[in-house]
Nanobody
Framework: QVQLVESGGGLVQPGGSLRLSCTAS????????VGWYRQAPGKQRELVAR???????IYADSVRGRFTISRDNAKNTAYLQMNSLKPEDTAVYYC??????????WGQGTQVTVSS
């Protein structure tokens, strides 16, 4: 079982950047794929980006070219570098694994607000 804690959110102006971190407990982090998800007010949670154990990545169309997901297995941490932020990127961002999602387990997330 992996416990995940998100951090790095905040208030940023349009066009700005933020880097989110997802720190995992346990020794199996390197063995699982990790995804970043977000949920805006009144909307369903959506997948933003995902990285496999081998480093393969996928992105939502809305963030491709602006966001970059990465992982450092030695630090048990996954990252989401977000550039050229837009107001529509405002949401609570979560990281999670497939197993945790299947069990209905989510962390507290980190709030990202893009506003002038």
């Amino acid at each position: 079982q992996v416990q995940l804690v998100e951090s790095g959110g905040g208030l940023v102006q349009p066009g700005g950047s933020l880097r989110l971190s997802c720190t995992a407990s346990g020794s199996i982090f390197r063995l699982v794929a990790v995804g970043w998800y977000r949920q805006a007010p009144g909307k369903q949670r959506e997948l933003v980006a995902r990285i496999t154990t081998t480093g393969s990545t996928i992105y939502a169309d809305s963030v491709r070219g602006r966001f970059t997901i990465s992982r450092d297995n030695a630090k048990n941490t996954a990252y989401l570098q977000m550039n050229s932020l837009k107001p529509e990127d405002t949401a609570v961002y979560y990281c999670n694994t497939d197993v945790q999602i299947s069990m209905g387990r989510w962390g507290q997330g980190t709030q990202v607000t893009v506003s002038s």
